[in-house]
């Protein structure tokens, strides 16, 4: 399955889709339009020219979030003191008939 941001900078496959998907109601999901899709970070191929990608840390540091310097779109998160058997990639960089039919966990990471 592979996706891109808006302008095709950054590109992203993985093997296929995940089991659910997830939306969380915390501010940094709200604001960046987050649908998230997990996988080991082994599975997961992130193309991108140098440069391309700018990062984002906030809040507890956990995680690495990057988005696309050219066109903003918020593609990822790594993990950094998170647990490094998963990593987060948004649904909405893929067509939405690949991950519309998928089961939603939905998350209150407001209340976190
Ligand atoms: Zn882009």
């Not at 604001?31 to 906030?58: C, F, K, R």
Request: glycine letters at 10%; hydrophobic letters at 35%.
């Amino acid at each position: 399955m592979k996706g891109q941001c808006h302008c095709g900078a950054v590109q992203i496959t993985v093997p296929g889709p995940p089991a659910e998907i997830s939306r969380c109601n915390c501010s940094l999901c709200r604001t960046t339009g987050w649908i998230g899709g997990y996988w080991h970070p082994d599975e997961v191929m992130v193309a991108a020219p140098p440069g391309a990608l700018n990062s984002y840390v906030q809040g507890d540091r956990m995680i690495t979030t990057w988005n696309c310097a050219s066109c903003g779109s918020h593609t990822h998160w790594t993990p950094r003191t998170a647990s490094p058997d998963r990593m987060g990639v948004n649904m909405r960089i893929f067509e939405p008939e690949e991950w519309q039919h998928l089961p939603v966990r939905v998350v209150d990471g407001a209340s976190f």
